[in-house]
């Protein structure tokens, strides 16, 4: 079966733009989490989705948002990107809230410049 | 605040030796995940530990739980150069309904021929 989808995989940014990045998890799960990873501070939570509304959110600025389509697919925008966004973001699917397991998809790796 | 601190972060190691690697958390969750993460790609789910005593063996790896002393372990056994990645243990679940993974700064394991 078809994994995690995750799309771009690569995306060249300015400071100040914004960027939307696509998850489309794994047929029939429908929590969505995404995690941004970076060499200082590691593998961070952003937030999860499930039933089309955010469940839980990490401890990011305002500027990082996300949303949850009815075939489970999310998206995640960052507005006026800074160079600290530079990052691989990480998708993660599982069957539900609180589902025992998650699947990671390829990531996009994202460059502010 | 919940936290998952793994050590030690560098390893490097001989091909045939063995070595453990260590996991400790802070929350009552006591669902532990293992991952994978070779470099610039995503994260492969080797264990996911659910009870107390819980061993679980792929290969030349095993993990193991010990929920008492909220501590995990990682045990390379006859390393081969293929198992040269990063691993990162994770948490999900802080005893309050919330199930976002939290994850170890991660070990980067260099197995040298």
């Known amino acids: 079966k078809a994994g995690v989808t995750q799309t771009p995989r690569y995306l060249i940014k300015t400071r100040g733009q914004q960027v939307t990045l696509s998850c489309s998890p794994i047929s029939g799960h429908r929590s969505v989490s995404w995690y941004q990873q970076t060499p200082g501070q590691g593998l961070q939570f952003l937030f999860e989705y499930f039933s089309e509304t955010q469940r839980n959110k990490g401890n990011f600025p305002g500027r990082f948002s996300g949303r949850q389509f009815s075939n489970s697919r999310s998206e995640m925008n960052v507005s006026t990107l800074e160079l600290g966004d530079s990052a691989l973001y990480l998708c993660?699917?599982?069957?539900?809230?609180?589902?025992?397991?998650?699947?990671f998809g390829s990531g996009t790796r994202l460059t502010v410049v | 605040e919940l936290k998952v601190e793994q050590n030690p972060l560098f390893l490097s190691m001989q091909e045939g030796k063995n070595y453990t690697i260590y996991c400790n958390y802070s929350?009552?969750?006591?669902?532990l995940y293992w991952y994978r993460q070779d470099p610039g790609k995503s994260l492969e789910s080797l264990f996911v530990?659910?009870?107390?005593?819980a061993v679980k063996q792929e290969g030349r790896l095993m993990a193991s739980l010990d929920t008492k002393a909220r501590l995990s372990t990682l045990h390379i056994t006859a390393a081969v150069h293929d198992l040269s990645a990063t691993y990162f243990c994770a948490v999900d679940g802080d005893g309050a309904g919330s199930y976002q993974l939290t994850f170890g700064k991660g070990t980067k394991l260099s197995v040298i021929p």
């Open positions: 530990l659910l009870s107390n005593g």
């Open positions: 993660a699917s599982s069957l539900a809230l609180g589902a025992l397991g998650y699947t």
């Open positions: 929350t009552t969750s006591d669902r």
